[in-house]
């Protein structure tokens, strides 16, 4: 494995690829210089909105199987996004496309509300967490944010008070147009990722995306996917790790939803938090019929799976728990993960049953949020 470091665009951007060879995904990270702690004072939450609104333009705009999450830190902006192999130019001009779009017109008025609800779950949960609560005001203290509070100020609801004007004023901001800073990882060498992303960062090039990454009218709210988002409890930081892994196995629970209700599952991602870890997934749909029908299988699904899945990921953990021993600093890292409530415990010797795994699924299934379905089944199950 093998890497390098560059600069390109004049030095506003630097770009660390990782060489991969065999590897069957390309893995991209992109930072974007702007975070909650530079929202406007008469605008809070605009940050976090667009945020969100990104990672729905850029899931409308993927036409490749994707893992994709995103996140707003205090000064910065980090879109996660995962890949086949052979996809990274399309990932590459996807990203612009949509920095493109959102600065350059308003998104669909019910894509924005349902972005806003999806913020109203996340903030009821953050805000249930004096732990969360602290770790934003000391992430805004260390990137010496002169208000701190800020981050207190943007309440259930406050989201969805933000105007048109307010997103598109934020996302013309220079920073939000190109990263600062790219991680790349997977089969392609760092010369050819220097030859993609030179020639992508042109302006004449960002400029004229828009007519390469698929048709504006797929920027409505119905986009064509149902979201879920499932809580899975902390008990055992390890069992929820596992619990979450077979969660989002193509033939795990939320695949067979997709298989009942004739709909495309997407994958997703796991988003540690301080009472657990949250599994957010996607479903590909053709029409209103398939999104109903995603609906009415979670809700009749019980979210179990057979003790074989379970078991087959569960040999996974004696490898990992030895990679994560080989060095102080990775051993750290599991540690941390494992105490905050997700990831392994490095110093186990027996993976977790399949009984408190099977719970773990079920106590968070129950608790499911659907954004996208039938409007009458968006409530936890």
Known sequence: MTGEVWRFSEGECQVI??????SPTTSLVATYGRGFGDDPAITPGVAHLHEHLFLATLRTV???????????????????????????RQLVQALATTAHWLASSPVAEQMRQRECRAIDV????????????????????????????????????????????????????????????IVVAGPSSAQEWQQLLEGLAARSTVSSL?????????????DGRVYAGIPLPATDAETAWLAARVMVHERGPLAEVGRI?????????????????????????????????????????????????I???????????????????????????????????????????????????????KRAVLVGANLMRCEPF
């Not at 690829?17 to 065999?22: H, I, L």
């Not at 997103?167 to 901001?173: V, Y």
């Not at 109903?292 to 799976?305: L, P, R, T, W």
Request: net charge neutral; glycine share 10%.
């Open 62 to 88: 993927v036409h490749e199987p994707l893992v994709a999450h995103a996140q707003t830190h205090a000064e910065s902006m980090r879109i996660t996004v995962t890949v086949r192999a052979g996809a990274e």
């Open 210 to 222: 828009s007519a390469t990454g698929g048709s504006r009218a797929g920027l409505t709210a119905q």
């Open 122 to 181: 996340e903030l009821a949960e953050w805000f249930g967490s004096p732990l969360l609560v602290a770790g934003h005001k000391l992430a805004a203290l260390a990137a010496r944010r002169p208000k701190l509070g800020r981050f207190d100020e943007c309440r259930p609801g406050d989201s969805a008070r933000l105007t048109p004007e307010d997103l598109l004023r934020h996302a013309k901001c220079a920073e939000l147009l190109w990263p600062r800073q």
């Open 311 to 365: 078991a087959a990921q569960a040999e996974a953990l004696p490898p990992m728990r030895a990679a994560a021993a080989t060095t102080s600093a990775t051993l750290a890292a599991a540690v941390d993960g494992w105490q905050s409530g997700y990831g392994i415990d490095p110093t186990a010797t027996e993976p977790p049953g399949n009984k408190p795994v099977s719970q773990t699924m079920h106590a968070g299934w």
């Open 261 to 309: 209700a004739g709909a495309r599952f997407r994958g997703g991602s796991v988003i540690p938090t301080a009472t657990g870890a949250v599994v957010a997934v996607s479903w590909l749909t053709d029409d209103a019929r398939q999104r109903e029908a995603i609906g009415f299988a979670m809700s009749q699904h019980d979210g179990c799976v057979g003790d074989g899945l």
């Open 17 to 22: 690829a990782v060489y991969r060879p065999g």
